[in-house]
């Protein structure tokens, strides 16, 4: 790995790490999108320290308590450490609780105990968060699966005060002075699961209780224990010895304060937080180290590891292990405990697109369980979730769910019940789940008229044009499982994207239920037929048969006109029935690239269509331009909301120069490799190199290339040739080679047989 020592400004505030050699998760930056706001988002992240898919992340706290800005980077006052599963800010935090030590007079609401601090005096990583906040109070904090264990360092013998704030919605907590412990639980959920949801924690501290009490909603009550309240706060007082550090371990589990001990005794119990960390360090190197980037700028090698970092933080594992090591979970569905895995917090609408064709590429052990944690979701409500966080949240759109399912078995990922697969796919597309975002809305309608009419329902084309994606989806599932008949009944409904394009515009527009074109027709308003964009944005949502879209837009030529007309056009907008600029919107207009809308999901693999065209360095150059100029590992490094790694996903895989444009086949649309080397470390122990010589800004288009020695003009290249082990070589250049690349031989495959024009 040829990497250039770009060690953190900031020295770390305990030696435990000093001295080591600088690794990957050094190149990570988890304050990187932190710099957000309700209005504009920057990455709307907050720095995760946990493990990766980890039960349970920690963040330091600067927003209220139920604000879905958790850290905020322009925030100067941290109020708590919180052991968080939020997703987004939108969806916000369920199950959280948050500690924070007090130093002096005690101060108990989170509005009243925060401590001013200073960047300069915080150290966030993957593997710990350390800061030094403004009174003196030393903290530093390092994440297992389920638990934690963090230093305290209080400024003088004054009041040293620990807080553990179970915040609003239902919760219990016990002080057991004379084994130095705190246990309890917390409900705080956000809807969607059974009644008896829980978070058990169980917290113990190294040196002895000297006062300690609670505070019941408003009231403060030294020394009593008490039931279940709305919101309980308890506090501890400890004596520590000058030079001496309080240590607290922490663990928690969804299913039982038994579960909640045996998770306590096999990651915390006995252990240093020294020891713990380095454990965490090595877990994250292992994991980041599957990709090996060499050459780009110091800066481009810490934003592509804070993406990575990024994208290996969802979705969560919702499992345990039993005292026998056996996986099990609380079902977020019907509230039960059960064997296998299961996973949340993820928005399929977001996450199908990069994030799990990552996994299915490089941690494919990931995407058997997630596949299986699908089908478990299945048995346990009838569904599977298309947005879960933890069960079924009602929010977006369409039944990417069945994407995963299929990109995991077109790609060789196979244990699992294909048949149980192939009836909850059925399923998921042809009845309404528990709300309206999980089976399919409007399912009947749809394959009785071939789109769903508008406004009877709202979103109604970007919904359409997704559920003819997921019938193409089933189609493939059904057809590589052995189904013919579903497989051809699913495979013309796969084409039900043709019936909303309007060719006197060239876009995709809404119907009415009788068929008639909903007037007047802006392709720049957003929102009503369309989801968090515009009609700009969804007339490419047509992954699966790109060279259907090319037909219906009158050719390769003309398609490549309307792809070059998105980014020329000025980034006018119409907010439509939003009512008011989303930030999504504000965020499209501040890129300078016309209409393209990077900061949102739906567009993004639309600059890969030029390599469906014949016009694969038009993919080359824009692709190049969203890498170089819309991340950087900064608190304002996304140009949109990051959404559970698929952001970062899209960098990750657009760094090393190939982009999984319709998850489900098992072709990559080239774009335009970042680094002059990445080396993939594949499970197995087969690994894929790929160089670009004469690299580096300015020089974005491929001149040639070259696969395991012979020369390679695609625009795709394949799965299997990835995992099969490899090298591509490519020549990079100042100029377009328009001659590469250009054969329709070289374009990735669509629905619709490939034709010359
Ligand atoms: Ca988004």
């Keep these: 790995m040829n990497v250039k020592k770009t060690l953190p400004a900031v020295a770390l505030l305990f030696a435990a790490g000093a001295g080591m050699a600088q690794e990957y998760v050094d190149f990570v930056d988890p304050l990187m999108g932190t710099a957000s706001t309700f209005e504009f988002s920057h990455g709307n992240t907050y720095p995760a320290t946990a493990r990766p898919w980890g039960v349970n992340f920690w963040s330091p706290q600067t927003g209220a308590n139920g604000s879905g800005w958790m850290y905020t980077y322009a925030d100067s006052v941290i109020c708590g450490f919180r052991q968080t599963h939020q997703p987004s800010p939108w969806i916000n935090d369920y199950g959280t609780f948050s500690v924070m030590p007090v130093s002096g007079e005690l101060k108990i609401p989170a509005c009243e105990r925060g401590v001013p601090f200073r960047h300069e005096n915080e150290k966030a990583s993957p593997e710990s968060y350390e800061v030094i906040l403004e009174n003196g109070v030393k903290t530093a904090l390092t994440a297992t699966r389920t638990g934690m264990i963090m230093e305290v360092a209080y400024p003088s013998a004054a009041g040293q005060y620990f807080v553990i704030d179970a915040m609003r919605g239902g919760c219990r907590i016990e002080i057991d002075q004379i084994n130095r412990r705190v246990t309890g639980y917390v409900k705080n959920n956000h809807g969607g699961v059974p009644d008896n949801f829980a978070n058990y924690f169980i917290m113990e501290f190294s040196h002895p209780v000297a006062e300690k009490g609670v505070m019941v909603n408003d009231s403060v009550m030294p020394g009593k224990m008490v039931g279940e309240h709305d919101r309980v706060c308890a506090?501890?007082?400890?004596?520590?010895?000058?030079?001496?550090?309080?240590?607290?371990?922490?663990?928690?589990?969804?299913?039982?304060?038994?579960?909640?001990?045996?998770?306590?005794?096999?990651?915390?119990?006995?252990?240093?937080?020294?020891?713990?960390?380095?454990?965490?360090?090595?877990?994250?190197?292992?994991?980041?180290?599957?990709?090996?980037?060499?050459?780009?700028?110091?800066?481009?090698?810490?934003?592509?590891?804070?993406?990575?970092?990024?994208?290996?933080?969802?979705?969560?594992?919702?499992?345990?292990?039993?005292?026998?090591?056996?996986p099990v979970y609380y079902s977020p569905y019907d509230g039960g405990i059960h064997e296998g895995y299961m996973y949340t917090d993820n928005g399929f609408w977001d996450t199908f697109r990069a994030v799990h064709p990552l996994f299915t590429l490089l941690y494919p052990e990931v995407t058997g369980r997630v596949v299986s944690s699908l089908l478990n979701a299945y048995d346990e409500s009838g569904f599977m979730p298309e947005w879960a966080s933890p069960g079924h949240r009602n929010c977006m759109i369409g039944n990417n769910s069945l994407s995963l399912i299929t990109d995991a078995y077109a790609k060789g990922i196979r244990n699992?019940?294909?048949?149980?697969?192939?009836?909850?796919?059925?399923?998921?597309?042809?009845?309404?789940?528990?709300?309206?975002?999980?089976?399919?809305?409007?399912?009947?309608?749809?394959?009785?008229?071939?789109?769903?009419?508008?406004?009877?329902?709202?979103?109604?084309?970007?919904?359409?044009?997704?559920?003819?994606?997921?019938?193409?989806?089933?189609?493939?599932?059904?057809?590589?499982?052995?189904?013919?008949?579903?497989?051809?009944?699913?495979?013309?409904?796969?084409?039900?994207?043709?019936?909303?394009?309007?060719?006197?515009?060239?876009?995709?527009?809404?119907?009415?239920?009788?068929?008639?074109?909903?007037?007047?027709?802006?392709?720049?308003?957003?929102?009503?037929?369309?989801?968090?964009?515009?009609?700009?944005?969804?007339?490419?949502?047509?992954?699966?048969?790109?060279?259907?879209?090319?037909?219906?837009?009158?050719?390769?030529?003309?398609?490549?006109?309307?792809?070059?007309?998105?980014?020329?056009?000025?980034?006018?907008?119409?907010?439509?029935?939003?009512?008011?600029?989303?930030?999504?919107?504000?965020?499209?207009?501040?890129?300078?690239?016309?209409?393209?809308?990077?900061?949102?999901?739906?567009?993004?693999?639309?600059?890969?269509?030029?390599?469906?065209?014949?016009?694969?360095?038009?993919?080359?150059?824009?692709?190049?331009?969203?890498?170089?100029?819309?991340?950087?590992?900064?608190?304002?490094?996304?140009?949109?909301?990051?959404?559970?790694?698929?952001?970062?996903?899209?960098?990750?895989?657009?760094?090393?120069?190939?982009?999984?444009?319709?998850?489900?086949?098992?072709?990559?649309?080239?774009?335009?490799?970042?680094?002059?080397?990445?080396?993939?470390?594949?499970?197995?122990?087969?690994?894929?190199?790929?160089?670009?010589?004469?690299?580096?800004?300015?020089?974005?288009?491929?001149?040639?290339?070259?696969?395991?020695?012979?020369?390679?003009?695609?625009?795709?290249?394949?799965?299997?040739?990835?995992?099969?082990?490899?090298?591509?070589?490519?020549?990079?250049?100042?100029?377009?080679?328009?001659?590469?690349?250009?054969?329709?031989?070289?374009?990735?495959?669509?629905?619709?047989?490939?034709?010359?024009?």
């Design 235 to 326: 506090y501890l007082r400890f004596l520590v010895p000058p030079g001496d550090r309080l240590t607290v371990r922490a663990a928690s589990s969804f299913i039982s304060p038994q579960q909640a001990e045996l998770n306590f005794n096999r990651e915390v119990a006995g252990r240093t937080f020294a020891e713990t960390r380095l454990e965490a360090r090595a877990e994250w190197n292992g994991l980041l180290g599957r990709i090996e980037v060499g050459g780009g700028t110091p800066e481009q090698q810490k934003t592509f590891y804070s993406c990575l970092y990024r994208t290996l933080l969802f979705p969560r594992e919702l499992y345990e292990f039993d005292a026998d090591s056996v």
């Design 416 to 757: 699992f019940d294909t048949e149980k697969a192939l009836k909850a796919m059925i399923n998921q597309v042809e009845a309404q789940g528990p709300v309206t975002s999980s089976g399919r809305n409007g399912s009947k309608e749809y394959f009785e008229k071939g789109y769903l009419p508008y406004p009877d329902y709202p979103e109604a084309t970007a919904k359409t044009l997704e559920y003819a994606y997921a019938d193409w989806c089933l189609s493939q599932f059904a057809s590589a499982t052995g189904n013919a008949d579903i497989a051809d009944e699913y495979g013309i409904t796969a084409y039900n994207y043709r019936n909303l394009f309007d060719a006197r515009y060239g876009f995709m527009r809404a119907r009415n239920r009788d068929g008639e074109w909903i007037e007047p027709f802006l392709p720049e308003e957003w929102g009503g037929p369309f989801t968090e964009g515009s009609s700009w944005h969804y007339t490419w949502s047509v992954m699966h048969d790109v060279e259907g879209l090319a037909r219906l837009m009158g050719g390769h030529r003309a398609m490549e006109e309307k792809l070059d007309s998105m980014f020329a056009a000025p980034p006018a907008y119409n907010y439509g029935t939003y009512g008011f600029v989303i930030h999504e919107i504000a965020e499209m207009v501040a890129l300078g690239m016309g209409q393209y809308a990077h900061g949102n999901q739906p567009v993004q693999h639309a600059i890969y269509l030029y390599d469906y065209i014949g016009a694969p360095w038009k993919a080359q150059y824009h692709s190049r331009e969203v890498l170089e100029r819309l991340y950087s590992a900064a608190p304002d490094g996304y140009c949109g909301d990051e959404d559970n790694g698929q952001t970062s996903a899209w960098y990750v895989f657009s760094a090393m120069g190939f982009y999984p444009a319709c998850p489900g086949r098992t072709e990559y649309a080239i774009g335009s490799p970042l680094f002059d080397s990445v080396r993939l470390n594949l499970p197995g122990g087969k690994t894929f190199l790929i160089t670009a010589t004469g690299n580096g800004a300015g020089r974005p288009y491929i001149e040639s290339a070259r696969l395991n020695g012979k020369s390679f003009s695609r625009n795709y290249i394949l799965h299997e040739e990835i995992t099969a082990g490899g090298e591509l070589k490519m020549k990079m250049s100042d100029k377009p080679n328009t001659d590469r690349g250009t054969e329709i031989s070289a374009f990735p495959s669509s629905m619709t047989p490939l034709s010359e024009k």
